[in-house]
């Protein structure tokens, strides 16, 4: 990067803070993790709703559209594990089996390097934990 990429950047992110105090100190400090878990998945309809028949009446279904999803995060790193985490679940709500979501990911592997795949394969892996602790529960 640049220097100026590097500064314009860094105000980027001091603007945002800036705004995120500015409507709610609290922000600040936000836990992305702790907000999971107060909304880990929409239901069904809603997930039909918006990822699938809504947009595109005779296109992809929502199951097939968080499958797409992240195939496209896993390529981007898996840097955005809160969101991944997410996308994973609602994959899973959506019909999707840990088994299509791990070929997905390990498919991706060739297109955004070893290093995201394995990242994406471990979200996965907790996400799939998570969701066989709560049915047991």
């Known amino acids: 990067m640049t220097d100026a990429f590097q500064k314009m950047f860094q105000q980027m992110l ?3 803070q800036e705004m995120a105090r500015a409507f709610n100190p609290a922000l ?3 836990d992305t993790q702790a907000y999971e878990k107060l909304f880990p998945t929409m239901s069904s309809d809603m997930l039909e709703m918006w990822f699938g028949k809504t947009f ?3 296109g992809l279904d929502a199951r097939t559209r968080l499958l797409v999803t992240v195939a496209a995060m896993t390529v981007q790193g898996a840097h955005a ?3 991944l985490r997410l996308t994973i679940r609602h994959a899973v709500q959506a019909g999707a089996t840990p088994r299509e979501i ?3 990911i390990y498919q991706m592997g060739m297109f955004g390097g070893i290093p995201a795949m394995q ?3 471990e979200i996965a892996q907790g996400v799939f934990s998570e969701s066989e602790g709560s049915q047991t529960e």
């Open 28 to 30: 600040e400090h936000m």
């Open 56 to 58: 595109n009446r005779d």
């Open 81 to 83: 594990e809160p969101q």
């Open 14 to 16: 001091q603007s945002g």
């Open 102 to 104: 791990a070929e997905v």
């Open 119 to 121: 990242k994406a394969l």
